[in-house]
C-alpha cells in the first residue's frame, strides 16, 4: 500500500508541473535527442508510467522496486555526510553503528559518455509555445562532463565573461538595441559523463524579431574571445574573487553544508570535497581555447519559447503536451553566424574597481550596547546602528526604507513605484554587476510604505555604492526605450500571474481580503493604461520631494561610519519639501488587519482554468500577538506533521499540504492549506475532521511527549543565528513592524517554558476546534476549471464524492459530512466596509512614531 500511496504522490507532483513551462521546456529538449539515449526518457513519472502501463504488461511494480533496491543499494556507490557538535570519535561510532550494515555489492556506478544528440539534431532551431506568456533564446552545446577539469574550471572562465552584464558585454550591447533585459550562461551536469553548456537571453517584442541578429552578436563575442585569447589576468582576478569569497565565507547551514559535501564526494578527491566548488586553481589556457572552439553555430541547437511560435509548431510533446516545432538552420544563417567578423562595441571586461582590498575589523565601541539603538532622529530621519561583536567578517548590511504615503495611496501610484525601481535598476546593472561580482550586493525593492534600498558584503567600499546609487535615484532621468520595455515586462508580469500554482492563488487572496489597503492584480492591470514617461517623471519628483527615511546599519561599522552613512543620504534630502514641511507621524501608520467576529465563517470562492487540481485554504485567525503568538506557535509545531500524515500520506488528497502559524499586520492565526484533484468543499470537509480528531490526540497526549514538542519549540526560538544575515533580519524585522521587541525570542521562549498541556487544550476548545465559541474563520476556495484526464470538471457536492480506499481504511474516519454556516464573501467593498480593524501591536520600548510630531 506505501507503494500505491507513493504512485499518488509522484502523480499529484507531475499534475502540479504540467503547466510550468520550466518542465515542459526540458521535456521537449530531452524527447528529441537520440531515443537510444537514455536522456531521452520521461524525466519524472505519473501513473500511467508507474502503474498502468505496467499493469497492462503484467509487471508487478514493487517487485521491480525490490529488484532495483536490490541491484543498486550498494555501500561502494554510496557517500555519507553528517555534520554534529559531537567529537569525530563519536560521530565515526554513531555512523559504523548505523550504516556498517550496508552490503557492498561491487557494482559499478553507470557513466553515459556518448553525446545525446546526434549530427541531425544539431545546428537546429525548436520553436516551444509557452503556457505563459514568456520569451526567450537559449543557444545551448552538448559537452564531455567538465567536472573532471574542476581545478582549472574552463567553463567558469567562460561564462564569466559570456554571462558579464559590465560596459562591453553581450547584455549591455543587446539591451542598447532593445532587444532582451537579462542574460545568464553556465554549463550544467545532465548525467556523469556528459553536460550542456547554456546561453539564455529573455527577450523583448523587439528583440523576438531580431533572432538570428541576437545569436550573431552572441556568436561574434565568442569569436572574440577566440581571437583574443585566454587572458591570465581574467583569470587571476576570477580566482581572487572566489578565493576572497570562501576566506570570509559565511557558516552554512547544516542542511546544506551536508547536502553539498556528499554530493561533491562523488566528483572529487576526498582532500578537495570542502574546496572544489570554491576554488581553482589551475590556469589551463589549453581547456578553455577547447571549449571555446566547441561554441561554433554547427555544433548549436536554438530553443526558442513565444506564444508567437504557435503558427510554427506542427508536434506536440507526449507528456506534457507541449506544442513545438523543429527546423534545420538555413545554410545562409549558419554562414551569416559564423563569418569572423569584429564588433565594436563588444569587448572584454575592465578590471573590477569594487574588489576590497582593506578587510580589517574596526575597533569596537566603548559602551557598546546589546540590541540595535537609535544613534539620529529627526522628523525626516532616523537611523539604528549595531556594531557586530559576533561573526566577525569585515562585513557590513545597511536597509534604507524610504517612507511616503503617496507609493500605495492607488493603484497608479503603486504601478508607478514598481516603474521606477525596476527602471533604477536596470539603469544602475553594469555598475552593480561589476560590485555583486566582488561581494558587494545590493537589492532595491517598493513596498507598500516606500522603496527600500539594501547593501550588504564587504564593508570597505560600500560608502562608494551607496553615494553612486542615491546620485542615481535623486537625479533620475528616464530613458524611452527602456521605459517602454520594462513597461510591457512588468504588464505581462501581472497577466501571467493567473498561471501561477492554485495555493499561491489561495495565499494571496486571504491577504488581499484582510489587508486594511490592497490592491488587486486586476486593478494595478486596469490602471497600467494610465502609464506614461511623463506621468513617471512628475511622480518621482513628487515621490522624491517628501519622504522619511529609516536606516539600520549593522556588522563591520562603528558609530562614526554609520553616521557617515546617514549623512550621504540626508544630504541628498537637505533641498527638498520635507526638509520643510516633514510628513506627519500619521501619514507614515503602517497597515491593519480586518477582524472576524467571535463565531463568524466567512468563503471567498475563485476559480483557476490553467490548473487540474483545485486549492483550500483554512485560515483561523487567533487575535492579535499578546497573549495569541505563543498558542499559535505551540499549535503549529504540534498539529503540522500530524496534518501532512493524515491528509496527504493517509487520505492522499495532494501533493500540496501545509499546516502553520500566519503572522501579518500584528495579527496571528493557524492555516492550512491543501492543494488537491478534489474539490475544495470535500477537501475543507477532511480538514475540518482533522481538526476534531486532534482534540483527542491532545488529551491523550502525555506531558513527557508535550514537554517534548515545548522543548523543540525552544530550541528554534533560542537557536544562535548562523549568519551575520541571519542576525540582521532579525533585527530589521523589529525595526520594520515597529515594535522593537530585539529580545522577542528569550522572552516567548520563557513563556513557552512555562505553558501547561492543559492550557493548549483549553484554548483549542475556545479557538479552534468546529463550534469554538471564539473561532474566526476565513475558507478561500481557488476551483480548477480546467478540464481533467478524465474529461470532467470535479464536482462541488463533497456528499457525492465517494471515500477514497484510504478513507474506507481508516477506522477514524468519520464520513458524516460537516455543516458550516458559511457567510460568502462576493464583494471586497462590502466585506470590508462590515468588519472593525485591530488596533496595531505598540512598540516594547519608548520610541517616538516616526515622522514629524503632531502639533495640536
Not at 508487478?60 to 553528517?82: D, G, Q
Amino acid at each position: 500500500e506505501v507503494t500505491e500511496r507513493e504512485i499518488n504522490a509522484v502523480n499529484s507532483e507531475h499534475e502540479k508541473n504540467v503547466p510550468q513551462d520550466v518542465w515542459r521546456i526540458k521535456q521537449v529538449t530531452k524527447s528529441l535527442c537520440k531515443s537510444s539515449h537514455p536522456y531521452s526518457r520521461f524525466g519524472t513519472g505519473n501513473k500511467q508510467t508507474l502503474s498502468e502501463s505496467p499493469k497492462r504488461n503484467n509487471i508487478n511494480v514493487r517487485n521491480e522496486l525490490i529488484k532495483f533496491c536490490n541491484t543498486w543499494y550498494s555501500s561502494n556507490i554510496m557517500s555519507l555526510a553528517v555534520f554534529g557538535q559531537e567529537s569525530l570519535d563519536e560521530l565515526e561510532a554513531m555512523v559504523i553503528k548505523m550504516f556498517s550494515q550496508i552490503e557492498n555489492k561491487q557494482i559499478v556506478a553507470p557513466r553515459w559518455p556518448d553525446m545525446p544528440y546526434g549530427n541531425e539534431n544539431l545546428s537546429t532551431k525548436t520553436y516551444i509555445v509557452p503556457v505563459k506568456d514568456i520569451r526567450s533564446l537559449t543557444i545551448s552545446f552538448q559537452m564531455e562532463d567538465l567536472e573532471q577539469y574542476y581545478k582549472a574550471g574552463p567553463e567558469h572562465y567562460v561564462s564569466h565573461l559570456i554571462g558579464h552584464e559590465g560596459k562591453g558585454s553581450i547584455l549591455s550591447e543587446l539591451k542598447a538595441r532593445g532587444w532582451c533585459n537579462k542574460l545568464s550562461c553556465g554549463y550544467c551536469s545532465l548525467g556523469r559523463g556528459f553536460g550542456s553548456f547554456d546561453v539564455m537571453v529573455d527577450l523583448t517584442e523587439d528583440g523576438f524579431n531580431h533572432i538570428d541578429d541576437t545569436a550573431k552578436l552572441i556568436f561574434q563575442y565568442i569569436n572574440m574571445l577566440r581571437v583574443k585569447k585566454p587572458q591570465k589576468w581574467i583569470f587571476e582576478e576570477y580566482c581572487n574573487l572566489c578565493e576572497m569569497l570562501f576566506r570570509f565565507k559565511d557558516k552554512e547551514y547544516p542542511c546544506t553544508l551536508v547536502t553539498n559535501v556528499v554530493s561533491s564526494m562523488h566528483l572529487f578527491p576526498l582532500e578537495d570535497v570542502l574546496v572544489a566548488h570554491c576554488l581553482i586553481t589551475e590556469w589551463r589556457p589549453d581547456l578553455v581555447e577547447e571549449l571555446v572552439s566547441k561554441l561554433t553555430p554547427d555544433k548549436a541547437r536554438l530553443v526558442i519559447v513565444g506564444q508567437k511560435c504557435e503558427s510554427l509548431a506542427n508536434a506536440e510533446e507526449h507528456w506534457y503536451g507541449t506544442k513545438y516545432g523543429v527546423y534545420k538552420i538555413e545554410p545562409s544563417v549558419l554562414e551569416y553566424w559564423s563569418t569572423p567578423d569584429m564588433n565594436d562595441n563588444l569587448s572584454l571586461p575592465e578590471p573590477n574597481p569594487f574588489i576590497p582590498t582593506d578587510f580589517e575589523l574596526l575597533p569596537i565601541d566603548s559602551g557598546i550596547e546589546n540590541f540595535p539603538t537609535v544613534i539620529q532622529d529627526t522628523p525626516i530621519i532616523r537611523t539604528w546602528f549595531k556594531q557586530d561583536i559576533e561573526f566577525l567578517k569585515p562585513k557590513a548590511l545597511m536597509s534604507f526604507d524610504f517612507n511616503s504615503p503617496i507609493v500605495y495611496s492607488n493603484p497608479l501610484n503603486c504601478n508607478l513605484t514598481r516603474l521606477f525601481v525596476q527602471l533604477l535598476k536596470d539603469h544602475l546593472n553594469e555598475f552593480l554587476f561589476e560590485a555583486d561580482l566582488a561581494g558587494l550586493g545590493f537589492s532595491v525593492s517598493n513596498t507598500t510604505s516606500g522603496i527600500s534600498l539594501s547593501i550588504g558584503g564587504y564593508s570597505h567600499k560600500q560608502a562608494i555604492l551607496l553615494e553612486k546609487v542615491l546620485d542615481s535615484m535623486f537625479n533620475f532621468k528616464i530613458d524611452r526605450r527602456r521605459f517602454d520595455i520594462l513597461k510591457e515586462h512588468y504588464v505581462r508580469g501581472l497577466k501571467n500571474y493567473q498561471t501561477e500554482q492554485p495555493y499561491q492563488h489561495a495565499i494571496y487572496y486571504l491577504a488581499l481580503l484582510l489587508t486594511e489597503q490592497a490592491w488587486t492584480r486586476q486593478e494595478l492591470l486596469d490602471s497600467t493604461q494610465l502609464l506614461s514617461l511623463e506621468r513617471l517623471q512628475l511622480f518621482i519628483e513628487q515621490l522624491l520631494s517628501q519622504m522619511h527615511v529609516e536606516c539600520f546599519i549593522y556588522g563591520n561599522v562603528n558609530k562614526e561610519k554609520a553616521l557617515q552613512m546617514t549623512r550621504l543620504v540626508e544630504d541628498k534630502m537637505k533641498y527638498t519639501d520635507a526638509t520643510i514641511v516633514p510628513l506627519l507621524a500619521r501619514q507614515l501608520l503602517p497597515k491593519r488587519e480586518y477582524k472576524i467576529g467571535k463565531g463568524e465563517s466567512f468563503l471567498f470562492e475563485a476559480t483557476n482554468e490553467f490548473h487540474k487540481s483545485s486549492c483550500m485554504e483554512l485560515y483561523l485567525q487567533c487575535g492579535e500577538q499578546e497573549p495569541h503568538s505563543i498558542f499559535v506557535d505551540i499549535l503549529s509545531q504540534l498539529l503540522s506533521e500530524n496534518c501532512y500524515t493524515q491528509l496527504r500520506t493517509k487520505e492522499q488528497l495532494g501533493y500540496v499540504v501545509f499546516c502553520g502559524s500566519r503572522k501579518a499586520n500584528g495579527i496571528c492565526g493557524l492555516r492550512i492549506i491543501v492543494q488537491s484533484h478534489r474539490h475544495p468543499t470535500y477537501v475543507e470537509d477532511r480538514i475540518e475532521h482533522f481538526l476534531n480528531n486532534m482534540l483527542e490526540y491532545l488529551e491523550n497526549m502525555t506531558d513527557i511527549e508535550f514537554d517534548r514538542h515545548k522543548e523543540a519549540l525552544v530550541a528554534l526560538f533560542l537557536e544562535k543565528p548562523k549568519r551575520l544575515i541571519t542576525q540582521f533580519n532579525k533585527y530589521h524585522q523589529e525595526i520594520s513592524l515597529r515594535q522593537y521587541h530585539f529580545n522577542r525570542a528569550q522572552v516567548e521562549a520563557e513563556k513557552l517554558r512555562t505553558l501547561t498541556k492543559q492550557q493548549v487544550i483549553d484554548y483549542y476548545k475556545e479557538h479552534i476546534i468546529l463550534g469554538a465559541p471564539s473561532r474566526s474563520t476565513l475558507s478561500v476556495h481557488v476551483i480548477s476549471t480546467a478540464e481533467r484526464d478524465d474529461g470532467g470538471i470535479r464536482a462541488p457536492d463533497a456528499e457525492e464524492e465517494p471515500p477514497t480506499e484510504a478513507e474506507e481504511a481508516d477506522p477514524n474516519t468519520v464520513l458524516n459530512v460537516i455543516k458550516k454556516d458559511l457567510i460568502r464573501v462576493t464583494d471586497l467593498a462590502s466585506f470590508k466596509s462590515s468588519r472593525s480593524l485591530y488596533p496595531l501591536a505598540q512598540p516594547y520600548m519608548e520610541v517616538m512614531p516616526k515622522g514629524g510630531r503632531c502639533k495640536l
